[in-house]
């Protein structure tokens, strides 16, 4: 069984950085797609940036395009999230996944997540 584990979150003013890891064990990790989504209070969890098995292929949601940077490091079962310019409404849990085709989960369970919460 794939296992996820995210960390890098923490209290940053508005305009401020994070960087969030996510290291997956389990399965050979250089031939997954991975992706990170976020879950506001009050709200569904939502796609935020995928990346394919070889790195290059990116995806970023509108509302973070830009401002995040999707990477990983093979060698190190590890994929990242560079978050720039952040914004009250990046606060959030967020979590990493297995990626399908279109995008989604492919994992019907979820690691712990890190919460990332931005100040105004």
């Known amino acids: 069984q794939v296992q996820l584990v995210e960390t890098g979150g923490g209290l940053v003013q508005a305009g401020g950085s994070l960087r969030l890891s996510c290291v997956v064990s389990?399965?050979?990790?250089?031939?997954?797609?991975m992706g990170w989504f976020r879950q506001a209070p009050g709200k569904a969890r939502e796609f935020v940036a995928g990346i394919s098995w070889s790195g290059p292929s990116k995806y970023n949601a509108d509302s973070v395009k830009g401002r995040f940077t999707i990477s990983r490091d093979n060698a190190k079962n590890t994929v990242y999230l560079q978050m720039n310019s952040l914004k009250p409404e990046d606060t959030a849990v967020y979590y990493c996944?297995?990626?399908?085709?279109?995008?989604?989960?492919?994992?019907?369970?979820w690691g712990k997540g890190t919460l990332v919460t931005v100040s105004s």
């Open positions: 996944n297995v990626l399908r085709g279109d995008y989604a989960p492919k994992l019907d369970y």
């Open positions: 389990g399965r050979s990790f250089s031939t997954l797609g």
